[in-house]
């Protein structure tokens, strides 16, 4: 707890400030709880979620009063909320004081509920001794920072260094609205000052301005300064866990009567003597039902006293406690008295049957608290009474005086129960913005998960026609490679075939001159190795790239096989960058160059030819002119060549006759 509180507290010139961290439900904490939810994974969020639901399971309940009694403190009212107001206690001596618990007037609103009243949107709290009046300023307040969503209706816990002090001052510097006349004003239903788990503001003195007399006749008998410090709180205790307890009921008061008596007692016996510093004593619980029910003429009594005493005839009987009912004070749910350290071994309660209590009246309380060193020393112990029980076998046993419990549960040490009802507020303030803040995550991950489907279903799409596109072009390339095959068989090997069978016929014609025959037979070799050559480039034209590796050169030589019988004419220009080619289009510009010429000899009847070659960094044309027949038709092996090298290919007729054909490939 005092590492979360050096975390919201801070000095500042010397007092501990009260910063945007301090809830009005929290005695270690702030609305916001400090948490920057959007710099938590949703998994952090989730877990601190579920943290927050099962510590709300063990938390008091926040449960209000009801009917009538006494409120608490309200200042004189004012027109402006700069007007200042204050309240001081005395504590008639120095204690060790380390937190104070101010609880606010809350005010039934038909529009939102049950709201704080008049509470001060800015004070400060100082202490000192007797020999230090001016104190000096152990916290200040901002309602703006403290609470920026607005206050809730628990108790604000407000932690500070341990101090020596004998008073205690709260200084209202900007006063809010009351609600039923908007006037500015300072109200508080409990101030408690807690030194350890005692409240040493018990029933001490208050000091507090002057307020007319005029406006003291018209204010309620509920609101005075002595009931700032009476232990009267507007919350019932519902701690919510332990086993419920069904309130202790006597038989009426005239049963005293019939044993001549007039006195109904309660005794106990602590079993050794204690110093007994405080007594509470639990009010009967009320219906549950609404309206609630009231048990006229049953519970805590109009008039008792409480004596303590060492020897168990009470011979040495000290008087603790002796109470008359005031107008206002019928239903506080705890009545609490502080009384000097007196050491006890028996406690007595007395209940006098007098004018003021009905013959049928019937005794009845929740619990007997006998606090010493801040323990209740009675629980355990049980009562005896020379009144009995309203039934021998009822649940409202006299047990039930000391056995820690009410009709909601266990009951809980002061300083507890309100710092369980603050932790509570702050916990139920933060669970929406943690569950606003997981919606909005959830959200974005739903639209991300919508944009995750979307790119999901465009990447199958992508994917799908990725596929297609690939298969249309694997098909285009399988009818490109076919068309390829079909073209280099018909124009390489063909031409290759049609060349060797015109050396057979020129070989046949030569066979009585032995060295042209040789000539002829080794041409005839060479044209078998070429063609096996081009018959390995058609299966694999890695295999072949050695063909055609100077363009050149084999269209000068292919030019001398076949046109050996026909004058021909062979013009170059840019050697050079017909060596850049890329080989695969070489071959192709030769195999188109050879299908050419096979074309001249098997179908001009051509007598001579013109070869005009071309080329530069941008294009490559070949020209070949004959003077056959002549036609205007584009031989569909050279088209089908031409398509494969992408070139653009023509034919003309000159004006002497024969035939013209031009290709045109534009390098890239």
Known sequence: MLDFISQILHKKN????????????????????AVEFENQSLNGLETRLAEIDQRLGSLAQMSLRTGDGAIGYRSNRHSNADATEWVEIDLEQIYLIDQIVLTPVIWRDFQKGFTTDAFPLQFRILAGTESDPKGRILAEYDAQRAAPQGMGIAPVIIPIEPTAASWVRIEA?????????????????ELLIFSGATNVALHQPVKAPNQPQSRLKRLSASWSKSYLVDGSVPYLMNSSTGERSI??????????????????????????????????LHAIEKGNTVPQSNMDGAGTPPAFSIEGANNPDFSDAIVLVDYTEHLTSSDEPIMMWDVPDTNCRYIRLSVANNERITPDFQIGFAEIELIANAQNVALGKEFTSNIAPRHEASSRSIKALTDGRNLYGDILPMHN????????????????????????????????????????????????????????????????????????????LGANLHTISLLSDLARDSVDERDELIGLLDEMRIMSERSGKAARYCT???????????LQDEIEKMSRRLLADIQYTLNFKGKTELGTLRTKRR??????????????????????????????MNRVQFVITDNGSGTTEIPPSLARRARLLKAKITTDTPVEGGTSITLNLKRT
């Not at 007092?15 to 916001?32: D, E, M, Q, T, Y």
Request: aromatic share 10%.
């Open 417 to 492: 129960w309100l710092e369980q009802l603050a932790e509570r507020h702050r916990l139920e303030t933060e669970r929406p913005l943690i569950l606003a803040e997981i919606g909005h995550r959830y959200a974005q991950q739903k639209s991300n998960l919508r944009v995750m489907t979307w790119l999901l279903a465009a990447a199958v799409a992508a994917i799908c026609f990725t596929i297609l596109i690939g298969r249309n072009i694997r098909v285009k390339q399988a009818a490109q490679i076919k068309e390829r095959f079909a073209a280099d068989l018909h124009d390489e």
């Open 587 to 616: 071959i192709d510009l030769y195999l188109f160059y050879k299908e050419s010429l096979v074309n001249i000899i098997r179908h001009s009847g051509a007598s001579e030819v013109t070869i005009d070659i071309s080329a530069s």
């Open 540 to 550: 694999n034209i890695l295999e072949a790239e050695e063909l055609c590796e100077d």
């Open 247 to 280: 309130s202790y009921l006597s038989r009426p008061m005239d049963q005293l009567t019939k044993g001549k008596t007039t006195t109904a007692f309660f005794n106990v016996d602590l079993g050794t003597s204690y110093p007994i510093e405080q007594i509470n």
């Open 173 to 189: 510097t900007q006063l809010s609205l009351r609600t039923f006349d908007q006037y500015y004003a300072f109200e508080l239903s």
């Open 14 to 33: 010397g007092v501990l400030w009260l910063p945007f961290v301090l809830s009005l439900a929290s005695c270690f904490s702030n609305v916001s709880h």
